[in-house]
């Protein structure tokens, strides 16, 4: 028994020394700090961003598939660890009347005076140790499978923080496009207040009409009518943006402000080389990462299946004791066994074969997923750098046509105040530059969006965000 403890302890001691570091866990970077939005009355872009990848359900859901990737190869470590087994057992037997004299007259052949017990009562005990040495490299390759597995996790987790990023950009974006029109409906509110006024004015000393009072006056409604819309699209895209920041209730605290739509800076106004930007787009993008660590687990998968070609060799020792009328086992009542197997499977009915065969049309699958998938990348780079070439023609456009609108206008409301224009050209020329204002934060908006759309293409968004 002592000799049977000690091989059990040598071969748990070196499985330690050879699978014990594979075994940690690797660590986990620190978490980014979130700031609290009930101290915060400015939130900007970045900070949006880190509030998404912390709060956002999806983002946590990703994290958690993570966590279970990472115990998978844990399980899968664990097959080069011998299985320690320990039974016990305790049986009560009462043998049937004809068993009873059958076993008492078997027993009295040999003994005149010997008696059967009947009810008898039996205990058992055991400890078994079973270490598989060699399965055809089953082990192996379930263990990188199982890594292949938990990196395509990751890059899983990666492509939803891309997305989510993504979305968050595209939201915030869009609540700013809702505020400069807030902004926009209330200059050209105040502008026919304004004109009201001296309306009002001129009507009162005999020079005005009440035709132009009442123009002015509707003109007034309207950009408050303008102004209400804006404000509510601005209160529906906040709803938004807080749902992707996972902020409960889907809602801001009061007092909350998006950061201004800031200038355009100069690196912002020159489309990026293309081929610089595919080749970010080849390193970053985590599901073309997600792709490769397919091929991988698929190539893994062919050589799990060609294992089930060679023979297992398993090590096994055990160690039993067996004892009638009580439980107080005592070292005389103990054997142990120790035994090498061998076991070579000859014929499964063509079921290994199968098994490679379609584990390799999974290795083929992923490689033309892999195919398929590169090209799509391609052509997002592409669309979005178009994008941004598109976007960049139409900021200069509107911002060329904003000031000649609004010179046109200032130009109509000094003929209009002279006696030498119309009403009705100076409505047209304001609202002319209403839209052309409106055109421009549009272009604005767009640009920042392309941009955006250039780093989800390449997967380099998250660079921003860390």
Do not use: C
Not at 218 to 241: G, M, P
Not at 272 to 301: C, E, N
Not at 317 to 343: C, H, K, M, P, T
Not at 366 to 389: F, I, P, Y
């Amino acid at each position: 028994m002592k000799q049977l403890i000690r091989i059990l302890s040598t071969a748990l001691f070196v499985l330690g020394l050879a699978t014990g570091p594979g075994l940690a866990e690797k660590s986990q970077a620190p978490a980014v700090a979130v700031p609290d939005l009930a101290f915060l009355k400015v939130l900007d872009l970045k900070t949006a961003g880190r509030i998404a990848l912390a709060g956002n359900p999806s983002v946590a859901a990703a994290r958690a598939r993570v966590r279970q990737a990472r115990e998978q190869v844990v399980q899968a470590n664990a097959a080069y660890w011998p299985r320690l087994d320990a039974t016990a057992s305790a049986s009560r037997i009462t043998l049937s009347d004809n068993a009873h004299t059958a076993s008492l007259a078997s027993a009295r052949l040999f003994d005149p005076t010997a008696a059967i017990d009947d009810p008898e009562k039996h205990y058992n005990t055991g400890l078994t140790a079973t270490w598989v040495l060699f399965n055809g490299f089953e082990r192996r390759f379930t263990a990188m499978a199982a890594r292949s597995g938990e990196k395509l996790s990751r890059s899983g987790r990666d492509e939803v923080r891309r997305l989510i990023l993504s979305a968050t950009a595209n939201a915030f974006f869009l609540a700013q496009l809702a505020r400069e029109n807030i902004t926009i409906a209330t200059a050209d509110e105040a502008f026919n207040r304004r004109q009201l006024k001296e309306a009002e004015a001129r009507r009162r000393v005999g020079t005005g009409s009440l035709s132009d009072e009442l123009n002015f006056k509707v003109r007034v409604n309207s950009a408050r009518s303008d102004k209400i819309r804006a404000r509510q699209t601005y209160k529906t895209a906040l709803f938004s943006l807080a749902a992707l920041l996972g902020i409960p209730g889907a809602a801001f605290p009061p007092g909350l402000e998006l950061a201004p739509l800031s200038l355009e800076a100069p690196m912002e106004l020159t489309v990026p080389d293309t081929k610089t930007q595919l080749d970010q787009a080849r390193v970053h993008r985590p599901d073309l990462q997600q792709a490769q660590f397919a091929i991988q687990q698929a190539s893994a998968g062919v050589n799990i299946a060609r294992a089930r070609l060679f023979p297992t060799l398993a090590l096994t020792a055990s160690l039993d004791g067996d004892r009638s009328g009580d439980a107080n086992l005592e070292e005389d009542d103990f054997g142990n066994v120790i035994a090498l197997n061998l076991s070579y499977n000859l014929f499964t009915g063509g079921a290994d074969r199968s098994r490679i065969r379609e584990a390799r049309a999974g290795l083929t699958a992923a490689g033309k997923n892999m195919e398929d998938l590169e090209l799509k990348v391609n052509s997002d780079v592409m669309d979005a750098l178009a994008a941004l070439q598109a976007a960049l023609d139409q900021l200069s456009l509107q911002r060329t046509n904003e000031a000649l609108v609004e010179q046109n206008r200032d130009l109509v409301e000094k003929e209009y105040k002279a006696g030498q224009g119309s009403l009705v050209r100076l409505n047209e020329a304001q609202r002319d530059l209403v839209i052309v204002r409106s055109r421009l934060a549009l272009a604005r908006i767009s640009l920042r969006q392309a941009w955006i759309g250039i780093k989800t293409a390449t997967g380099t968004i998250t660079v921003d965000f860390e």
